[in-house]
């Protein structure tokens, strides 16, 4: 399983509408990509407008290749995108440990 994180800030006074649109986007679009398992969403305490996405994927390739490069990631970003003030950080991550 690989783990997909990306840092997201939006543009201020946005917080319910985004937090609406990325459970829409991920609902509606992201989560019919091969090899989604889940995702989580966190809303940052000290700066309200910085959002973590954490998305897992069976592989890499799912998610860079898959979903990136097919039609869902353009309907993904019509939906999120407009509440982004700056390109998202995105990198991935393998489970190293695991508690129960």
Not at 29 to 43: D, I, P, T
Not at 47 to 76: C, M
Request: hydrophobic residues 40%; negative net charge; contains cysteine.
């Amino acid at each position: 399983m690989i783990l997909e994180l990306a840092d997201i800030r939006i543009h201020p006074g946005q917080n319910a509408a985004f937090e609406e649109a990325i459970q829409r986007g991920v609902r509606e679009v992201a989560s019919k990509a091969r090899g989604f398992q889940g995702y989580k969403v966190n809303c940052g305490i000290e700066s309200k407008e910085r959002y973590i996405l954490q998305i897992f994927w069976d592989t890499l390739e799912n998610h860079i290749v898959d979903f990136r490069q097919g039609p869902l990631f353009a309907q993904w970003r019509a939906i999120v995108g407009p509440f982004f003030n700056g390109p998202p950080t995105v990198e991935h991550f393998e489970l190293v440990a695991k508690s129960n």
